[in-house]
T-cell receptor, first 112, second 114 residues
Framework: EDKVVQSPLSLVVHEGDTVTLNCSYEVTNFRSLLWYKQEKKAPTFLFMLTSSGIEKKSGRLSSILDKKELFSILNITATQTGDSAIYLC????????????FGPGTRLSVLP | NAGVTQTPKFQVLKTGQSMTLQCAQDMNHNSMYWYRQDPGMGLRLIYYSASEGTTDKGEVPNGYNVSRLNKREFSLRLESAAPSQTSVYFC?????????????FGSGTRLTVV
């Protein structure tokens, strides 16, 4: 059964801390892995990763994929209260699969 | 297994044809959502339903209609498909519209309009 697992499910930190969110997967026909930030109703796209070992960065956020060990991490440095959200990991599959498999998300709370 | 079930998984339509995407959840969630995902744009909300019997427009509702048939089911209808509606569509459910952790997504429908 295809699945995506995220850890931790919930995390509370203080402003300025660095956090690492984990996503591991077991899916067939892997095409890419995507990270989203979800606030309120609509998730915001963060990164799409297709190749191992290539770090993608956007400001204080960065992410990397390991296709051999089947996981990805999302790092957030110098966290701010505006980083409080649910971070979703999803895997996109080639045809004849489930299409997308979403993880349960990590709920990050950043305290002042 | 508990979760969100979407059908169909794939669909090709001709311009002007109509179709309905079906979504059902068995987690007793009040809120349900329809999103579309386009390359480089992430997920955009089409419609949502905060509870049975209510529906509201999201960010990109034009060209779509929805129906919250009961607490479990939330369908999305394209009355006259256009190439601009080629996208991947996701249904999701949540225990609360804004605050509760617990969004669950379906596996998506890849729709191509030619």
């Amino acid at each position: 059964e295809d699945k995506v697992v995220q850890s931790p499910l919930s995390l509370v930190v203080h402003e300025g801390d660095t956090v690492t969110l984990n996503c591991s997967y077991e899916v067939t026909n892997f095409r890419s892995l995507l990270w989203y930030k979800q606030e309120k109703k609509a998730p915001t796209f963060l990164f799409m990763l297709t190749s191992s070992g290539i770090e993608k960065k956007s400001g204080r956020l960065s992410s990397i994929l390991d296709k051999k060990e089947l996981f990805s991490i999302l790092n957030i440095t110098a966290t701010q209260t505006g980083d409080s959200a649910i971070y979703l990991c999803a895997v996109d599959q080639y045809n004849y699969g489930q299409n997308f498999v979403f993880g349960p998300g990590t709920r990050l709370s950043v305290l002042p | 297994n508990a979760g969100v079930t979407q059908t169909p998984k794939f669909q090709v339509l001709k311009t002007g044809q109509s179709m309905t995407l079906q979504c059902a959840q068995d987690m007793n969630h009040n809120s349900m959502y329809w999103y579309r995902q386009d390359p480089g744009m992430g997920l955009r909300l089409i419609y949502y339903s905060a509870s049975e019997g209510t529906t509201d427009k999201g960010e990109v509702p034009n060209g779509y209609n929805v129906s919250r048939l009961n607490k479990r089911e939330f369908s999305l209808r394209l009355e006259s498909a256009a190439p601009s509606q080629t996208s991947v569509y996701f249904c999701a459910s949540g225990s609360d519209s804004f605050t509760n952790y617990g969004y669950t997504f379906g596996s998506g429908t890849r729709l191509t309009v030619v």
